[in-house]
């Protein structure tokens, strides 16, 4: 079982830029999680993804959006980039209303 | 607004010491969970409490939930330099993955 898997490990990109992140869940997972982890700070809820919809959202600008797949990976997309959203970005994986969720490696996105 | 506070932020502790970190939380649940996370890495999930008065033990870690007092313990016991980390509770409102965490606590274990 490969576990939670996220692409790409690192990504650096300009301000005004879009960015797309891609996140694999666990396998018999189907609920797809996203936070954002900036710099020294606790990881903040950003979108949850189930059935290919948007259930649940954090207090995030609509540059913020997702997708969810049939085959259960996710999207996270965030468009006109400023230099406050380099963070690492995790994706957590469970099963819907399950009690434990398992969290991807992350990919940590700097913003020049 | 469901608001996770832990305490201390920051802890050095001396190995084979024993030491406690606090986590309170504002509003009702009865899922709390604790992560450990390395530098530049991922998040470990390390216990999943579901119950007033749960207690869960691993190694020299062992973690409690206190629901009326809104209140989880982690207790390290001996501590050795390998538990040097950040550790995170966090507490679900509705279901597994929408998670609120608090700031974590950052632990150095020194000889």
């Known amino acids: 079982d490969a576990g939670v898997t996220q692409s790409p490990t690192h990504l650096i990109k300009t301000r005004g830029q879009q960015v797309t992140l891609r996140c694999s869940p666990k396998?018999?997972?189907?609920?797809v999680s996203w936070y954002q982890q900036a710099l020294g700070q606790g990881p903040q809820f950003i979108f949850q993804y189930y059935e290919e919809e948007e259930r649940q959202r954090g207090n995030f600008p609509d540059r913020f959006s997702g997708h969810q797949f049939p085959n259960y990976s996710s999207e996270l997309n965030v468009n006109a980039l400023l230099l406050g959203d380099s963070a690492l970005y995790l994706c957590a994986s469970s099963k819907w209303l399950d009690t434990e969720a398992f969290f991807g490696q992350g990919t940590r996105l700097t913003v020049v | 607004e469901l608001k996770v506070e832990q305490n201390p932020l920051f802890l050095s502790m001396q190995e084979k010491k024993n030491y406690t970190i606090y986590c309170n939380y504002s509003?009702?649940?009865?899922?709390l969970y604790w992560y450990r996370q390395d530098p530049g890495k991922s998040l470990e999930s390390l216990f999943v409490l579901l119950s007033n008065g749960a207690v869960k033990q691993e190694g020299r870690l062992m973690a409690s939930l206190d629901t009326k007092a809104r209140l989880s313990t982690l207790h390290i016991t001996a501590a050795v330099h390998d538990l040097s980390a950040t550790y995170f509770c966090?507490?679900?409102?509705?279901?597994?993955?929408?998670?609120?965490f608090g700031d974590g606590t950052t632990l150095t274990v020194k000889p």
């Open positions: 396998s018999g997972h189907d609920t």
């Open positions: 966090a507490v679900d409102e509705y279901n597994a993955g929408k998670s609120t």
């Open positions: 509003t009702t649940s009865d899922r």
